[in-house]
């Protein structure tokens, strides 16, 4: 039975166990995490096996180990278990930002594991395994992003634990990566902030807050997020979240600038904007933007998950062996429509 480690049992971590148990894959499940109250929450949650409290024994044995600490606390978690790998395991972690997190797995890692970064588009701004939910990756992008080392059965065994999930595998160059999240993600929480921090401390905040509906909650609601989460995304990708923030800055301005124009504001200009504003989102809604053909399954030449299985865990017994194993996969989730 394969085995799957999942470092942080929080609401992603316990999240990513409840989708892997409602998958067709035949895996173990084994949680940790420093925090004993969300051991016990994952614990509860009905989504891991065996939940431990010691990274190394959670780490000894795993075939997968999966990353899903706050950013920051990753190279450390890395460096505690880089002892208790296996020969050929497959390392990856679900944090926002890569760039950092790909430098870190080159440094400590050990060279006998493959480590495939991932980053699935998906969460909410309500923290702990208590809120995790099972569903929270269906339908959504996987980015996956290779470490230059990785093996192809590596790569293979990734895209097939996000398409299992629901999940739809992107392939991305990691400067891609950090920069284009920094804008779909990373920007929206920025400005979220901004806009609590900028009407709260206000002296009328009071006479405000009351008046404050719909509209002010769905802009607001991402400042709800872990603030540990997003203090590591900032520390770990700040360029290219400040050159979005410069950007929406310049945007901000300009409409400033139409308001401020002298002899009023055009109404015309302003009713265009607003327009074209809602007919690109209204594009957006309905999937139609630049190509991503990107999100697909294994390419032709990176084996299927039973061809992966196979070189991992038993391909060391011989290539007869291996074969006679990969035909008794009749459940390859890899292969299903």
Not at 72 to 95: H, L, P, R, Y
Not at 131 to 141: E, R, S, Y
Not at 143 to 160: D, M, Y
């Amino acid at each position: 039975m394969t085995t799957i480690t999942i470092v942080g049992t929080g609401l992603m971590g316990t999240s990513l166990a409840l989708a892997i148990k409602n998958s067709n894959l035949e895996v173990d499940v084994v949680g940790t995490d420093y925090d004993s109250s969300a051991r016990s929450g994952a614990q509860k949650s009905g989504g891991f096996n065996k939940v431990e409290s010691q990274l190394s024994n959670a780490i000894r044995g795993a075939d997968v180990v999966v990353f899903a600490t706050p950013v920051m606390a990753m190279k450390e978690m890395m460096e505690a278990a880089s002892e208790d790998f296996e020969q050929g395991c497959v390392v990856t972690d679900i944090g926002s930002s890569k760039k950092a997190v790909l430098e870190w797995a080159e440094e400590v890692l050990p060279e006998h594991v493959s480590f495939v970064g991932g980053h699935p588009m998906a969460g909410r701004e309500k923290s702990g395994p208590q809120n995790a939910d099972p569903t929270m990756f269906k339908g959504k992008p996987y980015c996956i992003i290779p470490s230059v080392t990785a093996q192809k059965s590596a790569v293979s065994s990734i895209t097939t634990l996000a398409e299992s999930i629901g999940a739809k595998p992107f392939f991305i160059g990691v400067e891609e990566h950090d920069s284009f999240v920094a804008a779909a993600s990373h920007l929206p929480f920025m400005m979220s902030v901004a806009l609590m921090n900028c009407t709260s401390s206000s002296a009328n905040w009071e006479d405000i807050g009351p008046l404050a509906s719909t509209g002010f909650g769905d802009l607001s609601r991402l400042a709800s997020g872990d603030p540990i989460m997003h203090r590591d995304i900032c520390m770990t990708n700040a360029e290219p979240i400040a050159a979005w923030i410069d950007t929406y800055i310049r945007e901000l301005y300009d409409l400033r600038n139409m308001l401020t124009k002298e002899g009023g504001p055009d109404p015309d200009v302003i009713q265009n904007m607003f327009t074209e504003a809602m007919n690109s989102r209204s594009r957006w809604q309905a999937g139609i933007f630049s190509t991503i053909d990107r999100i697909h399954g294994p390419s032709p030449d990176i084996p299927t998950f039973a061809e992966s299985m196979g070189e991992m865990f038993v391909g060391r017994r011989g290539i007869d062996a291996q074969k006679k194993i990969l035909q008794g996969l009749k459940n390859d989730p890899a292969k299903k429509d």
